[in-house]
């Protein structure tokens, strides 16, 4: 079977930016589900800049895709926060090179003047928390869409 394109949908790869809590709630409905491989976290402590391969539900198609009797399709995407000063994780084993993560949530938790916290909450327990000084991050679609590996929608969604 041939890849899914954008074309199919009669879309355009997501490139969505979030400047603040509300917009982050798109990002965050838009991630929801995804998985990525631990080997896929990216940390420049010079740069502030923390990034993730994500392989990410495309949630934006469902209702289409099962209107016209189609496979659901994951995509490979980046999911970048810029203006990080420092992460923490819990439950995750970076030297764990086999692990798979998924993504269960997005959140801002606001300090005093813009800045704050990004949780992303993984399933499993894990959470990895960015400490940012605003909030500053894209969702960028990097490949074709392709067919979801399960066949199945994720079993929740927001």
Same mark, same amino acid.
């Given at each position: 079977?041939?890849?899914?394109?954008?074309d199919? /949908? #009669?879309?355009a %790869?997501l490139?969505?930016?979030a400047? /603040?809590? !509300?917009?982050?709630?798109i =990002?965050? $409905?838009?991630?929801?589900d995804?998985?990525?491989?631990?080997t896929e976290? $990216?940390? #420049?402590p010079?740069?502030?800049?923390?990034?993730?391969?994500?392989?990410r539900?495309?949630?934006?198609d469902?209702d289409?895709? !099962?209107?016209?009797?189609r496979?659901y399709?994951?995509?490979?995407?980046v999911?970048?926060?810029?203006?990080?000063? $420092?992460?923490?994780?819990?439950?995750?084993d970076?030297k764990?090179?086999?692990? =798979?993560?998924?993504?269960?949530?997005?959140s801002?938790? %606001?300090? $005093?003047d813009g800045? /704050?916290? =990004?949780?992303?909450?993984?399933a499993?327990?894990g959470? =990895?928390?960015?400490?940012?000084e605003a909030? !500053?991050?894209?969702l960028?679609?990097?490949?074709r869409p392709?067919q979801?590996?399960? /066949?199945?929608a994720?079993?929740?969604?927001?």
């Open positions: 079977m041939a890849d899914a394109t954008f199919d /949908g #009669r879309e %790869p490139n969505l930016g400047f /603040g809590s !509300e917009d982050l709630e =990002i965050a $409905s838009l991630a929801q995804a998985v990525f491989p631990v976290i $990216s940390w #420049r010079a740069e502030r800049r923390f990034a993730l391969l994500l392989n539900f495309r949630w934006e469902k289409a895709a !099962e209107q016209r009797g496979p399709e994951r995509v490979q995407s999911l970048v926060v810029d203006q990080v000063l $420092s992460v923490a994780s819990q439950g995750v970076r764990d090179r086999d692990l =798979i993560l998924s993504l269960l949530s997005l801002f938790e %606001p300090g $005093s800045d /704050g916290h =990004i949780v992303l909450t993984l499993g327990d959470a =990895i928390r960015l400490a940012v909030v !500053e991050v894209t960028r679609d990097v490949t392709y979801a590996p399960s /066949g199945q994720p079993l929740h969604e927001t």
